[in-house]
Every structure is written in structure tokens, then in C-alpha cells.
């Protein structure tokens, strides 16, 4: 029984100093390389709300990675994109199809933009009857 005590001790000890030994080990980071040769990501966050009477279909349409993405949606949009390189121009536009004089929709549209694991800040926001657009080029 005291071999077994012994051989408990043994290997929770040596748990323990490997496992310090681990949590010293950085994790190796991996961001693109932009067209300048820096590392750095950026990452796009864009957000659109309809104010209006009754419940719409709202056409978002965004500048992605990928190029121009155009979702439906009701009354909130929200979605991120990235990576995507410095000098990128980040453009929304949404739109409220059934906007009339009588039944108008108050749209406001959002960029926020990240870069590496910063947090998000706004970039661009505009505010319209019927539609709403706002770009903004990351140079930072």
C-alpha cells in the first residue's frame, strides 16, 4: 500500500510539472500578409436596423472578402467579414423595397472595423428614409 502512496505522489507530481511547463508554451500567431508586408487582419462588422410601420423585408448588400455579397433580412442585419487587407473598401447599402410617403422606413447602417484581435470601432454611419448607405476605407 505505501509503494502505491508512493507512486501516486510520484505521478501527480510530475503531472504538475508538466503541466506548468506547458502553460509557458506560446500558441504561434498566423495573420495574413498584406500587399505592404505587414501582419495584420482586419476584420469588418456591418449592422443594419429599419425603423418602420409593419414588418418588411430589408436588402442589405455589403463589400466582402468575396466581393458583393446582397442578403434579405427584416428589420436587423449584423454579420462579420474577414480577413481582409488594409486599403479595403468596406461599403453597406440597405434598402427598404415597400418604402412609400405613407409607409416610410427609417434605415441606419453601420461599419465597425477591427483590426487584429482590437475591438471593434465604428467607422461609418449614416441614416436614411427609405435607404441608407455609408463606405469607408480601412487605413489605419
Given at each position: 500500500m505505501k509503494n502505491l502512496k508512493k507512486t501516486f505522489i510520484l505521478f501527480t507530481m510530475i503531472f504538475a510539472i508538466y503541466s506548468c511547463e506547458?502553460?509557458?508554451?506560446?500558441?504561434?500567431?498566423?495573420?495574413?500578409?498584406?500587399?505592404?508586408?505587414g501582419e495584420e487582419n482586419y476584420?469588418?462588422?456591418?449592422?443594419?436596423?429599419?425603423?418602420?410601420?409593419?414588418?418588411?423585408?430589408?436588402?442589405?448588400k455589403v463589400n466582402t472578402e468575396q466581393g458583393l455579397?446582397?442578403?434579405?433580412?427584416?428589420?436587423?442585419?449584423?454579420?462579420?467579414?474577414?480577413?481582409?487587407?488594409?486599403?479595403f473598401e468596406c461599403k453597406i447599402v440597405g434598402t427598404d423595397p415597400s418604402s412609400?410617403?405613407?409607409?416610410?422606413?427609417?434605415?441606419?447602417?453601420?461599419?465597425h472595423v477591427s483590426r487584429n484581435e482590437e475591438?471593434?470601432?465604428?467607422?461609418?454611419?449614416?441614416?436614411?428614409?427609405?435607404?441608407?448607405?455609408?463606405s469607408y476605407t480601412i487605413d489605419f
Open positions: 506547458n502553460n509557458n508554451i506560446s500558441q504561434p500567431n498566423n495573420p495574413t500578409t498584406n500587399e505592404d508586408g476584420y469588418v462588422k456591418y449592422t443594419a436596423k429599419c425603423v418602420c410601420r409593419y414588418n418588411v423585408n430589408m436588402e442589405v455579397t446582397t442578403f434579405l433580412c427584416e428589420k436587423n442585419f449584423s454579420e462579420t467579414f474577414g480577413p481582409v487587407p488594409k486599403g412609400t410617403t405613407e409607409n416610410y422606413s427609417d434605415i441606419t447602417v453601420y461599419i475591438p471593434f470601432v465604428l467607422k461609418a454611419i449614416n441614416n436614411g428614409t427609405g435607404n441608407s448607405q455609408a
